[in-house]
Each structure stands twice: as C-alpha cells, then as structure tokens.
C-alpha cells in the first residue's frame, strides 16, 4: 500500500515518472453541460495505464447540505462517497503522459482551491495544462459540436489559433483556475464544447466525442474517440425522436441548422496543433535556460 503525504487538503500519493506531462482538468457543474467535459476525461483515464496520484479533500470546500456525499454498500459493507477532487496519472503510448483531474465544482474557498490545482500542475511537471469544459448553445444537435479554445498567453494563443479571454461578469471555478495559471505564468488553455441548449442533460456523447477529438488534435496523445461513435448514433437517433414529434420543435432545429451552414469556419488540422503546441513549449523551454 502506498503511503500518502498529507499537506492541509491536498494528498499526495508516489507520483511515478511521467514523459513531459499535460495535466487535463474538468469539474461538475457550470462549465460541464450535459456532462460532456468530465466523461471525457474519464474516457481517457479509464483506457489509460493509470494511479492515483493526488486528493483534494472535499471537507473544506463543500456545504454538504447542498451537496450531501453519497451512502454505497460494497462487498456488504457502507461506505461514503465523498466529492473528492482526484488526479491520476495515466501512461499513454504516445511519447507524452497525461495528467487528468477531476471533481465537482467546489462551494467555498475558491482561492484556496485553486492554489492547490496549481500545486498539483507544479509537482506532476505538467508543461502545459487545459481545462475541458462544455457550455449550452444555440446550436443544432444534428451537425458537428464546435469546441472553441481561448488562452491567456498571447503566445500560446497565436501559436494554436486560440482566441484570448474576453468575458467580464460572473465566473465559474474554471475562470479562477485560469486566471491563477496566468498569474503565476504557467501555460494554461482551454477547451469548451457547445452542447445543444434544448438537450442540456446528461450524458451527451456527442459533445464528449467532439472534446476527445480535439484533446487528441491539440496534445497529439490518441483518446479512441472513434469509440463513442455507435453512442453518438444512438444519441442522435433519440434527439430526432423527440424533435419530429413536435412541429415547433423541427422548425427551431432548422432554423438553427440554417444559422450553422451559413457561419462555417476552418479549423487548423489536427497535426497543426500538436505541431504548434511542440513549438511552443520548445521556445518556453529556452527562454528557461
């Protein structure tokens, strides 16, 4: 049994050598619409040689009776499931490592939090990181789920064609992880799906497929997104079920399907990315020496 390193909330178990890692980060709530942005990362971490490595301790952070842990029996005997923030080390057979956290956005002590979110970015090594997430839109869910991408680092920005953080208002955890990130100059980006407004349950695999397609385009670490393609399938065979029944609704579809195919825009290609992303790091590399 691994003996783990307590330091306030945050735990700490052996962390094994990772090949110039990326730490990955999605967490429950706002910014994880239909519950695309944490399925996703747990897509990679279950098909990945993976260990946990680190815990936030869900003690200090929650207000339990909004959020109540959850009674399971295993193997006869109770057990509480508590909403731990955990990380795991996942071993890919791509020439990098992955580094993927995820948890439920915390009710107290954000800046707290946050801090130890940067902690965990500086002690796995991660030479950059991104937070997943998927918002509702006005979007068709019979076309393409876009993910967009915006980074605080003008460089980072330019190099993966990203636009740069311009809301002002209100803010989810995933905005204060940024900001602490740009603080401290470690590169951060993020990655958002669209996941149609009027379908805002969970799951959606199609806004999780979309994420996983372009984490593998970005980082260059395969993610089997093929994988969920029957689950797409099926899922947008229910969606048009519901759809042809109502004529209000195929009509709003349309109409949304219409605003789409007149705003098409070119992405750069999947190796682009990874290749901007290596040149990147490579120049922050040595502007470190």
Not at 49 to 59: G, M, N, Q
Not at 104 to 110: Q, Y
Not at 213 to 218: A, H, S, V
Request: glycine content about 6%.
């Amino acid at each position: 049994m691994r003996d783990p390193v307590a330091v306030a909330d945050l735990t700490w178990f052996p962390v094994p050598a990772l090949r110039r890692p990326i730490l990955l980060m999605a967490f429950e709530g706002l910014f994880d619409a239909g519950g695309a942005a944490t399925q996703a990362l747990s897509w990679i971490r279950e098909r990945s040689d993976s260990v946990e490595i680190a815990r936030i301790d869900a003690e200090n952070f929650f207000n339990f009776q909004e959020h109540r842990p959850m009674a399971q029996v295993v193997d006869g005997e109770r057990t509480i499931r508590w909403p731990n923030t955990t990380v795991w080390a996942c071993r890919t057979e791509s020439d990098r490592d992955l580094v993927v956290m995820t948890g439920v956005e915390p009710h107290l002590r954000w800046s707290a939090y946050a801090g130890h979110v940067v902690e965990v970015a500086r002690r796995s090594r991660a030479e950059v990181s991104a937070t997943i997430g998927a918002m509702v839109a006005m979007v068709p869910h019979t076309r393409p789920l876009t993910v967009t991408g915006s980074a605080g680092n003008p460089q980072l920005a330019d190099r993966l064609g990203l636009g740069r953080p311009s809301y002002q208002g209100p803010t989810g955890l995933v905005g204060v992880v940024n900001e602490r990130f740009d603080h401290y100059e470690l590169p951060v980006l993020s990655l958002r799906a669209a996941v149609p407004h009027y379908v805002p349950a969970a799951p959606c695999p199609k806004a999780t497929r979309a994420l996983l397609r372009r984490i593998e385009q970005t980082t260059g670490v395969g993610t089997d997104y093929q994988g969920l393609d029957s689950d797409v399938t099926d899922w947008v065979r229910r969606v048009d079920a519901a759809v042809a029944s109502d004529d209000e609704s195929r009509a709003y579809v349309a109409r949304l399907e219409a605003q789409i195919d007149s705003n098409v825009e070119l992405f750069p290609t999947g190796d682009d990315l990874a290749a901007e992303l290596e040149a990147f790091l490579r120049e922050e590399n040595r502007e470190e020496e």
